[in-house]
């Protein structure tokens, strides 16, 4: 069956400082990945999606930035990170022909 | 552009009360639709889909319709437990595309 993982659990890191979210997917091979971030009390705003390594789509301009070095890993990074970058970040997959996302577990961001 | 609506709450319910969250979406051809719940401090689950309409999804009790005369798909319980609250969110994908378009969600809260 297939699993996906994300790190940190929890993250909290001052204005200013850089970012590195990781995420992995095992079981499948090839699957569409995705970044959504989850402000407080709001709903789900999808950051980045990648249909294959080294493919990035990115769909709201911010400073932040994703990478796909490897088939099953996705990666969010931040230069310099602001207040507004707090939220909780979800990182999902999906097979290249399904319908379906499926979520990780969530890395919650606090900016200080 | 594909945007999906679900009746805004919070929802506050009595145990094996009866639930129905609204959702009615706008796309282009024949979308796939999708409920998701988060429980909280964790990641979304997927609790049903139907791809093509007059589908019903169903799953833990939970049921919905793909309405395509109405543009609906409406989420239904007909007793909910404490175990049940959570925030639910509808979602759609257009067809021959990977991203996925979310409410905004309805936050569900069951008293024993």
């Known amino acids: 069956s297939q699993t996906i993982h994300q790190w940190p659990v929890t993250l909290v890191q001052p204005v200013g400082s850089p970012l590195s979210l990781e995420c992995t997917v095992e079981g499948t091979s090839n699957p569409n990945l995705y970044w959504y971030r989850q402000a407080a009390g709001r709903g789900l705003q999808l950051l980045f999606y990648?249909?294959?390594?080294?493919?990035i789509s990115s769909e709201v301009p911010q400073n932040l930035s994703a990478s796909r070095p490897q088939d099953r890993q996705f990666i969010l990074s931040s230069k310099k990170l602001l207040l507004s970058d707090s939220g909780f970040y979800l990182c999902?997959?999906?097979?290249?022909?399904?319908?379906?996302?499926?979520f990780g577990p969530g890395t919650r961001l606090t900016v200080t | 552009g594909d945007s999906v609506t679900q009746m805004e709450g919070p929802v506050t319910l009595s145990e094996e009360a009866f639930l129905t969250i609204n959702c009615t979406y706008t796309?282009?051809?024949?979308?796939?639709l999708f409920w998701y719940v988060q429980y909280p401090g964790e990641g979304l689950q997927l609790l049903l889909k139907a791809t093509k309409a007059d589908d019903k999804g169903s799953n833990k009790g939970f049921e919905a319709t793909y309405r395509k005369e109405t543009t609906s798909f409406h989420l239904e319980k007909g007793s909910v437990q404490v175990s049940d609250s959570a925030v639910y969110f509808c979602a759609l994908r257009a067809a021959n595309d990977y991203k996925l378009s979310f409410g905004a969600g309805t936050t569900v809260t069951v008293r024993a």
């Open positions: 999902a997959w999906s097979s290249d022909r399904g319908y379906e996302q499926y």
């Open positions: 796309a282009t051809g024949y979308p796939s």
């Open positions: 990648s249909v294959g390594i080294g493919q």
